[in-house]
């Protein structure tokens, strides 16, 4: 559940902020708050498929949810790993 809030925490910080449509979809539009909740799981995840594009000033704020990303996909390893 809390990975849920931090998602939807960062989808509107990203709605707020800006992220821009690479162009995929025919070229840059307003951004859904779908749109924005799509891009923070793909940043959270690290996949980073690259349609969405943060804005220059939330460059750091991405990099910062994918740091996150990294440290809870350690903590869940963890944590399944000392169960057995």
Not at 9 to 20: C, N, R, S, T
Not at 41 to 64: C, H, N, S, W
Request: glycine letters at 12%; zero cysteines.
């Amino acid at each position: 559940m809390f990975l849920v809030q931090i998602v939807l925490l960062f989808g509107e910080i990203y709605l707020k902020g800006g992220i821009v449509n690479a162009g995929y979809f025919g070229g840059e539009k307003a951004i859904s708050r779908v749109d924005a909740i799509y891009f923070s799981i793909v940043t959270m995840t690290t996949l980073g498929y690259g349609d969405f594009q943060p804005e220059k000033d939330l460059r750091l704020v991405a990099a910062f949810q994918g740091l996150l990303g990294y440290t809870f996909l350690a903590l869940f390893v963890t944590v399944l790993t000392k169960k057995q």
